[in-house]
Every structure is written in C-alpha cells, then in structure tokens.
C-alpha cells in the first residue's frame, strides 16, 4: 500500500517511508491511498485474540512493506506486561447496559497517548532499516501536555534517534509538566513555549517546512520526523483499540456481531476521533462518532456549521490537553471526505493560516454532520460529571474523560439514540488530582505529585505506580524560549 499527501495525491511513497518522513514536505498529511477493508469474518478471529495479536493483524493491513512477524515482536514490546498494568491494554469497562468506557491509561506514562507512542518507535526503526537512513532522526514534538511523556518515554535511548519536546509554559498540569522534566534518556530535550499549544504546534510545523533548516540540519547528520499525531505511524495504532473494544463488547455478551456502537472522543487535535474514523471507513460497525470539546470549542462549531474559525478566545481548562484550536488532524479528515481531491484542502488550509477561518462545501458539510455529532463541555459541568460518576458509578474518572462523558449525555438527550456507546477514557485520574479532589468534594491539601497520596487516601482507588514514582525526582530540564525562537533551541539541540 502507497501513501500520498493530502497537499499532493499524486505523491507516492512506501509505509515505512511515510513513517520515518512524519509530514509531508508540502506542509501535508500523508495518508493512505485506500483504506483497507474488514468484515464479520475479520471481526470473529480477532474475539479470542489477546490486544497484541489483535494489533498486529490490523496493523499488517495497512503496512505491507512490514512482516506479520516484525508487526508481533513490536506489539508484544509495546503492550506486554512490563509496560502496562492492565493484562486487557485496553479495558471495557461497564458502567451499564448501554454505557462503557474504554480505558486506555493503563500504560506507562497512564495517558492514551501511549497507544501509539509505545508503538511508533518500533515503526520507525525498523523504518530507517528498510529504508537504508544513515543519518539519525530528530523527533520534533508539540505537546499539550501527554503526548510529550509519551513520546520520550517511547523513544528514550533508542539508537539513532533524538527527541525534543515543546510545551506551553504554564498549559499542562504540575505532574504532566513534573513527567517532562524530569524525563531520563541521554537523546532527550524539554523546551516550554511562552504561548498555548496552538503556538508550539504552529511553529514545529513552520520548522518541518523550512528547506534551509533541513538542509542545515542534514549538514549535521540530522533529518525531521514527527511523533505528534500529523504522523500515520500515530494514528494507525490508535485504530486498533476502537476495534479491539468493538471485539470486547462482542466476546462478552454486550453487543451482537454486526450491531452498531457509537463512540464519543474528547479530542483537540482531532486524532483521536480521526481513528475511530479510520475504523468506521474500514467496514467497523459504528453508528454516530461523538466528538466532545471542553470550553475551546472550536471542533464543535465547525461540525454544526461547516466553519471552522479559531478567531475565538483561548482557555486554560482543566482539560489541558483539549486546549486546542487549530486541529491538524481535521485536514485528513476533509481530504477524505473531498474524494482525495487535494485542491480544497489546500485552499482551505492557505485560508486557515491566513485569516484563521474556512468554510467547507456544501457537500462535505453534509457528510461532516451525518457522520459526526459535535458537543462542548464547561469547567463546572466537568467537575459535575466526575462528581456523578463517583458518586453513582464508584467509578473515578479525570477531567478529560469527564468531557466525553457529559457530551454523551447531551447528544442521547438532543437525538433519543439509544444506540450502545463507548466513552473514551484518556488518562488516569492521577494525572489531574487537583480538579478531581475538588470536584469529588476534598480540599487539595497542596499541589503536583503530593496530591497523589491525598487522593488514593480520599478513594481508596490505586495510583499508577509510575505517577507515584515521580515524588522526590530531580528535574533535568527548565529551559523556555519564546515562540519565535523554536528555531534556535532545535539548532542548539542538535549542536
């Protein structure tokens, strides 16, 4: 199978290409040329499979330049027992006979993001192998505050590769933050950005597209990938836990074979929700993909009107990791529904960057709204939720999968869908005790990594071994930069 470019569908090149290259040069996503297709027959071996079986056999639909022998290897190291806590990587979890939630915290650094970061470095090693890459690879990422942990976590120490981390000063919560800095791995930086995520992602994906910045760069010995969600090698293991889910309600009894379940996704970057997508495209049994924003709603509005506009307040929320308002992975989504037509969506995102706004046509309005359903979730409503479901489900959640939860609700009561529907859970509550003290009724005795103790003792619900771990670790890296001087900490970086 071929990738292309969402800026250039006549560009053709290998999965392991795309991999190692992360964006395209033209500024675009690569994707791939067809989406595979699965059926009931595809579904019904994956039931008795373990989650690393299941993820090879996915994976190798998509990535025929790798061997199902390679694809085995590289699940087995990135979900085998070392890294995650939960023998089910992926948990359903029931809350009741139409509402589950799918867990997917249960790795290393307790965020979704270790779905695929555990993954992609394995991807893209084996990618510079088959590609004959002599140079190392530098991997730039922006975070809003899990992605970054994850991606170094993933690819800390692994040969011929280095990685930097933009954060927004001040953005992400006191342990995300404590989870960066203190970060080891002798290949490995951390830089925050005084501005939001918008700023950092903005200016990662300036210096992807500066040929002088390459070329200087390849002069070192160096070349660019990505580990954010702008690469394929991201997104495609994220596919498979909306199948695997799919596979889980079906083996236990939830859901008959071929019965429709919705998905609702707190998202910002639209990757997540892109997946879940992906897997609908590829023959999933999906009904309605539910997209849930906090207060930075910007996703909301563009799927009720076709608009997108980040011309809007930005908001610090208790859902660092949503506060998000230029969505990079919405641009695979619109090529898609465009018919793999590359004009409008280069139009639209020359519009994007010149005015923050576009419109979609008529036509991609209407298959944006009968596919999706987009809803918004406020700071008090937030911590209502997290309340309610600790109080009527002993069920603890954090801020984020409190989003998704709420949206949920407002979507069953605007449409009466009594559809099945999984809510997706993107970190562990830890990572957030603050607004999760606050909103179970306890007072937060002080701040970060101590108020992991309070709330285990106020709950009585295990932390993550990882999270506890954090108390007491040296911070290695307090280095920030201005936005517009991205530039020069890469260079210095890569000295």
Known sequence: MKYYSTRDNQLRISAAEAIKMGLSRD????????????????????????????????????????????????????YGPDKYDSPAVAPVRTVDGRTHCLELWHGPTSAFKDMALQMLPQLLSAALRKTGEEKTVCILVATSGDTGKAAMEGFADVPQTKILVFYPKDGVSAIQELQMVTQAGDNVGVCAVVGNFDDAQTGVKRIFSDAAMRETLEGRGYFLSSANSINWGRILPQVIYYISAYCDLVRDGKLAMGDKVNFCVPTGNFGDILAAYYAQRMGLPVGRLICASNCNDVLTDFLRTGVYDRNRPFHNTMSPSMDILISSNLERLLFDLSGQDDAPVKEYMVQLAQSGRYEVSGAVREKLQSLFWGGFCGEEDTAATIARYYRDHHYLIDTHTAVAAQVMDQYRRATGDETVTVFVSTASPYKFCNHVLSAIGETPESRGVELIGQLQSATGVPAPSRLAELKGKERRFDRFTEKDGMDGVVLSFLS
């Open 27 to 78: 500024g675009g996503l690569l994707t791939p040329c067809e989406i595979p297709q699965i059926d009931e027959a595809f579904l019904k071996k994956l039931l008795p499979m373990r989650y690393q079986d299941r993820a090879a056999a996915v994976m190798g639909l998509y990535l025929e330049d790798y061997s199902l022998q390679e694809l085995t290897a590289f699940a087995e190291n990135a």
